[in-house]
DNA sequence: ATAAGCTCCGTACATTGGTACGGAGTCAAG
DNA sequence: CTTGACTCCGTACCAATGTACGGAGCTTAT
């Protein structure tokens, strides 16, 4: 079997070799021993931990905190579930916030729906200071 | 009345005289000439200004869409509107989005509130690769 | 008239999650 | 052995919305 290199694991993953230095870099992955003669290559535990992350990002975690839960592993589920519930309140609030815009852009638009006169327009008016 | 400098139209206003700066380079508002000797002073209009891009702005809106809605005063109604439009159905789409998350995140969590044993943590599972 | 405080201007930095570039080394195929 | 592809590494750059800094000039109060 041929060693995985960087862009091997980059094509199985569908990601960006340079978004695997990236997360190197910032020391979400380790990067392997560079051998003596060669490249790098990639064990499989540096995928698992790559698919942990983007499945982490899916659940809206910055990669910050992911190198939070990363740490957490084999830590005690209280802390990972910590963190789980100030991300949830945080989704909460930014939900609330979209609502809030969502109401006000319906109602604006229901205004120029109501319009008949294209010369001047609700929202425009809306915005203007008084 | 004293001349209305860049400091005070901040206090005025509640926002950083860089800010203000900041929004002269990006073209969004006018840089006043500057006198043959003195500082500049800001005219009623610039401030009627910056309230519409605040106002604008705490409706989702971002600074080069402002720049659009304040080019667009005195046009018809129409375009106004669609711009509006579009950023509504941008604001569903991310509500959307949030709702995905925080259901994942409530069934984790109540899972978590149903694990007794603090040693192993079932959202750390879900992101493991099986 | 001098010090404190303000303006002006250009530039750099912050955040988040990457992407791009350039040169040097290395490997595999012909 | 040469060519093309790939790796490695450091550094710069992207979006968006500001914030910070440093030095020089100007104003106002004492």
Redesign the pocket.
Known sequence: MSPR????IAKELE?????I??YERKGLID?PE?PA????HYPDETLDRIRFIKRA?ELGF???EIQNLLSLNDHPCGQVQALAEYKLSAVKAKMADLQRLDKALEELLSQCRRNDDDTHCPIIDSLQPK
Chains 1, 2 share one sequence.
Do not use: P, V
């Not at 003669?37 to 790098?40: A, P, S, V």
């Open positions: 290199t960087i862009s091997k990601i960006n070799i340079e978004t230095r990236f990067q560079k003669q060669g490249y790098r990002q910055t990669l910050d």
